[in-house]
């Protein structure tokens, strides 16, 4: 069956990932409702200069602008090469980040597709739980969907790009012509060898963050209800090819795993790729090679697949 294609298990450890592994990308922060604001402040600042460096080496323009009445920012490539547009998800647990955070991923990506991409600044948790950010990701999905387009997910973001397909096939709403999933957090039950396993192992992410963000995204709602642990959702062979990618270090890295199966097993075209001791969403690092590769790999598919 062609949904049943094998792993690609990438093998490869620049001294870059040596040194991360060494030092840790971000010292991990114990998160809770008096810290939260100070870590929202403290990735953006970490990440700010890396953000200035893709937008410059990228030439791409960042633009605000508004789509089915959410808030979004625009990333355009110096040069359009393509009609169809790219719908991103930004990660952070639904409790952190923002679109201007994920421009180390979103630039690259934008510059080597050719394709204007489009991340919604959808409201976050605790100020707004769930489904405020399904809610403001659907109203641009919907919008977007009159024309081709493609998907783009990570972390959280990949979690919010499955339960807008998921939406948009119960109301018959267009999916996709192709979809990318970096490091998805689909399963908020937190189930997983690797959430054990790999805590204390993967340098950005820990079970304590993962946790903190369900208790104030999911609240008392059913963890398992598809539109918010997607991995839950009915799929068939309608649904466009999916590339997932993860890290033998990702802390998620069973979930990817296992929806990989999920969706094999409803006949979705699942493309999984493994890289061998990286880690939750490594691609966010533009200076790594192992990224940079990863993210051309990811621009590659979506236009080998997105009409």
């Not at 094998?6 to 998160?31: C, F, G, H, N, W």
């Not at 789509?67 to 393509?82: H, K």
């Not at 970096?182 to 963050?209: E, F, K, M, R, Y």
């Amino acid at each position: 069956m062609e949904g049943t294609r094998i792993v690609k298990k990438v093998r490869t450890s620049s001294p870059e990932a040596r040194q991360i592994l060494a030092e840790s990308l971000i010292p991990p922060m114990d998160r809770s409702l008096e810290t939260l604001f100070t870590l929202r402040s403290k990735t953006r600042d970490f990440i700010e200069p890396a953000v200035e460096h893709v937008i410059k080496k990228y030439k791409v323009k960042i633009e605000a602008c508004e789509i089915g009445g959410v808030s979004c920012l625009r990333v355009v490539p110096f040069e359009q090469l393509v009609e169809w547009k790219i719908l991103y998800g930004f990660g952070g647990g639904f409790v952190t980040g923002s679109p201007f955070e994920d421009l180390t991923i979103a630039a690259p990506l934008c510059a080597i597709t050719g394709a204007c991409l489009i991340i919604p600044h959808y409201r976050l948790a605790p100020e707004y739980p769930w489904p405020a950010a399904i809610d403001d990701g659907f109203a641009v999905y919907r919008v977007m969907s009159q024309k081709p387009f493609a998907l783009v997910g990570e972390s959280a973001g990949g979690n919010l790009v499955l339960s807008l397909m998921l939406r948009a096939k119960q109301l018959g709403i267009p999916l996709p012509g192709s979809v990318a999933l970096i490091s998805p957090w689909c399963d908020l039950t937190n189930s997983g060898d690797s959430l054990s396993d790999n805590d204390g192992l993967d340098p950005v992410l820990t079970a304590q963050h993962l946790d903190f963000a369900v208790k104030h995204y999911a609240g008392d709602n059913t963890l398992t209800d598809p539109s918010i642990s997607p991995i839950n959702g009915k799929f068939n062979k309608t649904f466009p090819p999916i590339l997932i990618t993860t890290g033998t270090r990702d802390l998620l890295f069973s979930q990817a795993m296992g929806l990989t199966e999920v969706l094999r097993e409803q006949d979705v075209v699942v493309d999984l790729r493994v890289w061998e001791d990286l880690w939750h969403v490594f691609e966010w690092d533009e200076k790594l090679p192992e990224a940079q590769e990863s993210v051309s790999q990811i621009a590659k598919f979506l236009a080998e697949h997105t009409a």
